[in-house]
């Protein structure tokens, strides 16, 4: 489950928000190395979001 925020505005819009941290190891993907490994991605990443539905 991604805990997230559910709003109903005004207008009648719903309005979705959250985020969500994940390792990308979880999900069997090696982390970007270049340059022989001098410069590296992390492991984890964050990532935030947000649906308007009408």
């Known amino acids: 489950m991604i805990p997230s925020t559910l ?6 819009t719903y309005r979705a928000a959250g985020e969500y941290r994940f390792k990308q190891s979880s999900f069997l993907i090696k982390p970007v190395q270049l340059a022989g490994g001098t410069v590296r991605v992390k492991d984890e990443l964050q990532t935030q979001f947000e649906i308007l539905l009408k």
């Open 7 to 12: 709003t109903h505005l005004e207008d009648g």
